[in-house]
């Protein structure tokens, strides 16, 4: 309407703002906070994303200071030539930061703004992170990945390599919580299971597991966790072998691999897959079936014994 005041936008930035700077899960959760604030008062607001982590958004570079009344940086340590060069391109904003950590008072970085409204800071008492009322967010699948890259002894046929790109550029597109697992166990890497034990526990605290090898899907099902495996030898070899000895269907041969057999198979293992991997681990606990170890005895009886 004409002659009617309009309120300035607001625009927020944050570490997750810079080009060379990084997102964490705990800032963007913070501006989500700073986000449904501003949306209750009924304020115009836009964020500064880093091209690098997400390239079609709004950059700083395309963010011109005379849009803005309002600059707002969110999270994070107040320190650095990064911040400085905010409070010199838009210095005509009002300045404040909100939820950010102070470590020197007198720091450029800190006095540039004319407001601080900080979570830690010497000699004040801290305030609760914004992240912690952030507004709750849906769940999401969380996956086991179990993949290899050897098993040279398949020579020609191996598939490996081309079998983890289609796999993980699948998974990355995926709305879902990644977890890289490996079953080789080590007593003095940290980052590794010592232990079956351990192992399964991480397998039982898992939605499903995507995995490309033989006891990554064994040492799911054991877990009573659906597994979507995928042959990596043409033709078949191990894993194939073994889905059928487990009468376990969601197999996707290396020929076949793909986003489409892919998504099928994910969908299955998320309804009907968490049932039958919970029966098939109900069936391995109670001894049904027949394996090697059961024919052992009669192999290791001396020549000529009854």
């Known amino acids: 309407m004409h002659g009617e005041r309009r309120t300035p936008r607001v625009l927020l930035t944050g570490w997750f703002s810079f080009p060379d700077g990084e997102a964490t899960a705990g800032d963007v959760l913070a501006l989500h ?64 930061a909100v939820g950010t950590s102070v470590i020197d008072p007198a720091a450029p970085a800190v006095t540039g703004f004319h407001r601080v409204l900080a979570r830690d800071a010497a000699g004040a008492e801290p305030s609760r992170d914004l992240a912690a009322r952030a507004p709750a967010l849906p769940d999401r699948p969380v996956v086991g990945v179990v993949l290899t890259h050897g098993q040279h002894e398949y020579g020609g046929a191996r598939r490996h390599e081309a079998v983890a790109r289609e796999v993980t550029a699948w998974l990355h597109g995926k709305d879902c919580a990644r977890l890289e697992l490996e079953t080789r166990l080590d007593v003095h890497d940290w980052r590794l299971c010592a232990t ?110 009854g």
């Open 196 to 305: 079956p034990a351990q192992l399964e526990s991480l397998l039982d605290r898992v939605d499903v597991v995507v995995t490309d090898r033989l006891h990554g899907m064994v040492l799911a099902l054991r877990a009573g966790t659906p597994a979507l495996a995928v042959d990596p030898v043409v033709g078949g070899a191990k894993v194939t072998a073994q889905a059928r000895a487990c009468g376990w269907p969601a197999l996707v041969p290396a020929e076949r691999v793909g986003a489409a057999e892919l998504e099928r198979w994910w969908g299955w293992c998320l309804s009907s897959g968490r049932v039958a991997a919970r029966r098939l681990r109900d069936e391995f606990a109670s001894g049904a079936g027949e394996d090697g170890a059961d024919r052992l005895a009669g192999a290791l009886r001396p020549p000529g014994a």
């Open 33 to 96: 906070r700073v986000e449904d604030v501003l949306r209750r008062s009924g304020l115009a607001y836009d964020v500064a994303w880093s091209p690098g982590f997400r390239p079609g958004a709004l950059h700083l570079q395309d963010a011109p200071a005379e849009r803005y009344g309002w600059l707002v940086f969110v999270c994070g340590p107040l320190h650095g030539p990064q911040i400085e060069a905010l409070h010199r391109r838009y210095a005509h904003c009002v300045r404040i």
